[in-house]
């Protein structure tokens, strides 16, 4: 061997220092706080950086785990955290001043942080409250108007709602410099159905009307307003076609910097930095041949990090078999395994941005400019995002697009592959036994919460909660920053659900748009199609009138996507149909049906809470004198429970892999004459 073949080179022995990698998250949070916390120590002892915490939608929504609007919901889609005692039992043995924590919370946040900055206050005794505050580091997700739009877990109208928002985040610039008041999110927009125009023209209309909001409150001076801008961050969602959501990504870069610098006159470079945390795709992830969903996640990954001037803070990535039901710990590990893999053993943070130069991406990133531009200015005339939201313009354009990707799925010009193409499959190994592919949701964990908050109100003064709730419901009737009353509510012991109530009183609920009615659903229809239409048609004369469909989401389950794609093309098919949104209780889905005189119920439920909820409906149906009315059921339900649904009397279980809506419509129409005795 020569002295040549043995020496480095200069170029090689001369290696790049590499960036720092990027914060390592998991989304994670089940059960209980004691169960969420193990899992949290166990995953920070694997290599994770940073916390992601998932709240449970009764914590989401403003709830004690004893409301009867909490039935079923506690514990399934994350932690329940009703009161201090379970926040501090979330983040038991985790020093809160060195860890950086993302909580997934917006109508709640308020709530969510005042209790986190008491629990770390309570882990430093003896140190000035304000200086334990100054250690904090994390984010509140926080962005209402993407809830309105798509995820469903809002409480208050919206000029309320971001009266909080501006509350919270003028608090933090003062208070908690180090925290992030709030991501503004495209990601759900994306699984509303948004194209990237889209995604990013509403996320910056919600940053603009936000920003506006904190401006004119006068909570902030001219002088910390820069501040305020370099706080708020971004969660945005990476789907698989990973060169368009590079593009996408340098085109936020690109349109915030203007918006900082041109409409609010930021000067300080960094103060205008995008500053963005990611999670991957979940709604991508198929329930079949779900193996093809690491590849998925690897090439979303990629989509925003390959481009350095571009590059996320933060990266949370989904796990293989959550199109399945609850990912296992070890299924976290491997998604976070997937991370360490790119950062640590690639030598992607060697270089500088290795598309800087490239015509192709320069000429996609000018065309996403302009675009999301016209359609920024287009919301804006109409008078900002919550004006957009009020009217339903929003909501409705998703829900169209939603729709034509829908179509372009069944009419097989958008591939997914093992779902419309290269179906055919060996048996997976992965889901040989699918009861232990996925984690079960601890069964008694709606009873731990509830004999948690009996207990936690046995110990507590109920003089000063009382005094305390009083004092926020004043102060909330005022102009009055709101977060030092809720630090009071949380310091005296105050319920999730009852600060929520308190505020409830003084600023009222309110229901968003569906966007169904105006929606645009299948423009030419095929053969499928106009075959499904001749059936409801005649079937619907044989039974003396139009085919009646309730489509129906109980609980506090807010994903409203696939019901309003299934009341959209039931609407092209020809049924009647009547959806009047997310968060009903099983009664009003019964009365429902009893005054619309329908002939065919579907529940939709993504939660988890099928067990509970499908049941009570059964039940409210057979009192009514209405079980011959039949009942179908669509959600991420594992196969276990859908046969367990079908014996309690469901005519037919649909799950992500049933991806046509058309065949689904036919399939109605069989049960409904099925149940009428019609050969």
Known sequence: ????????????????????PWVMRTYAGHSTAAASNALYRGNLAKGQTGLSVAFDLPTQTGYDPDSPLSRGEVGKVGVPIPHLGEMRRLFEDIPLTGMNTSMTINATAMWMLAMYQVAAEEQNPGVDVREVAAQLAGTTQNDIIKEYLSRGTYVFPPEHSLRLISDMIAYTVHEIPKWNPINICSYHLQEAGATPTQELAYALCTAIAVLDQVRNSGQVSEDDFEKVVGRISFFVNAGVRFVEETCKMRAFVQLWDEITRERYGVQDEKMRRFRYGVQVNSLGLTEAQPENNVQRIVLEMLGVTLSKNARARAVQLPAWNEALGLPRPWDQQWSLRLQQVLAFESDLLEYDDIFDGSHVIAAKVASLVEGAKAEIDRVQAMGGAIAAVESGYMKQ????????????????????????KFDTTEAS??????????????????????????????????????????????????DKNLMHATLAA?????????????????????????GVSGAVGVVE?????????????????????????????????????????????????????????????????????????VHCVGLSILSGSHMELVPDVLAGLREAGLDDIPVIVGGIIPESDGKRLMEQGVAAVYTPKDFGLTAIMGGIVDVIRKANDLA
Do not use: C
Request: hydrophobic share 45%; glycine share 8%.
């Open 1 to 20: 061997m020569t002295d040549k073949q043995v020496d480095a080179t200069p170029a090689e022995a001369a290696r790049p220092e590499k960036d720092r």
């Open 397 to 420: 354009a998703l829900v169209s697009a939603h729709a034509a990707r829908r179509a372009r799925i069944e009419a097989g010009e958008e591939i997914i592959v093992g779902v419309n």
């Open 429 to 478: 190994p992965l889901t040989a036994n699918l009861d232990d592919a996925i984690m079960a949701a601890d069964p008694k964990a709606e009873q731990t919460a509830r004999d948690s908050v009996t207990a936690w109100k046995e110990q507590r003064d109920e003089a000063a909660v009382t005094a305390a709730l009083e004092a926020l419901a004043a102060e909330a009737k005022t």
């Open 490 to 514: 949380a310091r005296a012991g105050a319920t999730t659900g009852e600060w929520a109530g308190t505020l409830r009183e003084v600023f009222g609920e309110f229901r968003a748009p569906t």
């Open 525 to 597: 229809a095929g053969a499928e199609l106009t075959a499904v239409r001749e059936k409801v048609r005649a079937t619907g004369e044989e039974l003396g009138g139009r085919l009646r469909l309730l489509v129906g989401k109980p609980g506090l389950d807010g994903h409203s996507n696939g019901a309003e794609q299934v009341a959209v093309r039931a609407r092209d098919a020809g049924f009647e149909v009547i959806y009047q949104g997310i968060r009903l209780t099983p009664e009003q889905i019964v009365a429902a049906a009893i005054a619309e005189d």
